[in-house]
Nanobody, 126 residues
């Protein structure tokens, strides 16, 4: 039912910034936490950040703290990820998703998320 489409990825130099967007259609996700994950070639899908339904609680991976900012606009059914101070190690495909349950308590496991988008490529050059 729900379709998620990420956008905003691209090629940037180390230290640069990007803003990723993930628009949902087909059903409102205002009651669900939403998250961002990333996956580099040959590696597992790693948690980046998540935000609860009303935006009152936010969770970040250690690698994201201080550099990335997750936000959401429920009126637009959209979640964002602001990427600052990018490093080559941030190079990956970034995916957005919605929590499977309305009872989200900060899980970083990809198995607790569903309705995945197709991903957007972020490449950081040195």
């Amino acid at each position: 039912q729900v379709q998620l489409v990420e956008s905003g990825g691209g090629l940037v130099q180390a230290g640069g910034s990007l803003k990723l967007s993930c628009a949902a259609s087909g059903r409102t996700l205002s009651s669900y936490a939403r998250g961002w994950f990333r996956q580099a070639p040959g590696k597992e899908r790693d948690f980046v950040a998540a935000i609860t339904a009303s935006g009152e609680r936010i969770y970040y991976a250690d690698s994201a703290k201080g550099r990335f900012t997750i936000s959401r606009d429920n009126a637009k059914n959209t979640v964002y990820l602001q990427l600052n101070s990018l490093k080559p190690g941030d190079t990956a495909v970034y995916y957005c998703a919605a929590a499977r349950s309305t009872w989200y308590s900060g899980s970083s496991s990809w198995t607790d998320f569903g309705s995945w988008g197709q991903g957007t490529q972020v490449t950081v050059s040195s």
